[in-house]
């Protein structure tokens, strides 16, 4: 199994806990040909990294020194790509939350530090229906490195908005340097 694949699995049932929670259920998802597309995408990313350090090998003469250059590559591409998947994998969910849930919503979360980009930080916060689309694009896939994610809400008209529970399981993801 890839990272992507990996990735995607997690944002599924991270998403199904999240949807029940806030009272909707989704019945369990079979797979489905994201994950086919996740194992081509790995195989032409792990191709294309390896011609990269085989170039960089015979240019720099050694393995280290090779893999030095395109660490800082490599480890945009994992938290990347494994971003992506992860709220791919989410979106999975929400495309199954049957038609009649119209109480649901989802809310645009950024990790608000020093790295967050003007985008990301103005959008956090966001809130569109569970089946809509967010105006500055999907969390997670707006430029690489980005964190952001979405969460669930559920709407009662004499409650307003109720928030989720916080899920138990943090999942961390390496520090850009």
């Known amino acids: 199994m890839t990272l992507r694949s990996s990735s995607r699995a997690i944002g599924v049932s991270s998403t199904v806990a999240e949807l029940s929670e806030v009272g909707a259920v989704v019945e369990s998802l079979a797979p489905t040909a994201a994950v086919t ?26 393995d280290s020194a090779a893999l030095a250059k395109l660490r800082p590559d490599i480890e945009r591409v994992a938290v990347t790509e494994s971003a992506e998947a992860f709220n791919g994998g989410k979106a999975e969910v929400a495309d199954a939350v049957p038609h009649q849930t119209t109480s649901l919503l989802k809310v645009w979360d950024s990790t608000l530090d020093k790295m967050t980009c003007p985008v990301c930080f103005a959008a956090d916060g966001t809130i569109v229906g569970i089946k809509e689309s967010f105006p500055q694009g999907t969390p997670g896939t707006v430029h690489p490195w980005c964190r952001c994610t979405w969460q669930a809400l559920r709407f009662d008209e004499t409650a307003g908005l109720i928030e989720p529970k916080p899920l138990a399981a943090v999942i961390p993801l390496p520090a850009r340097k």
Do not use: P, V
């Open 37 to 62: 597309r996740d194992w081509l995408r790995a195989k032409a990313i792990t191709n294309r990294f390896s011609e990269r350090l085989t170039k960089a090998r015979a240019s720099l003469g050694s």
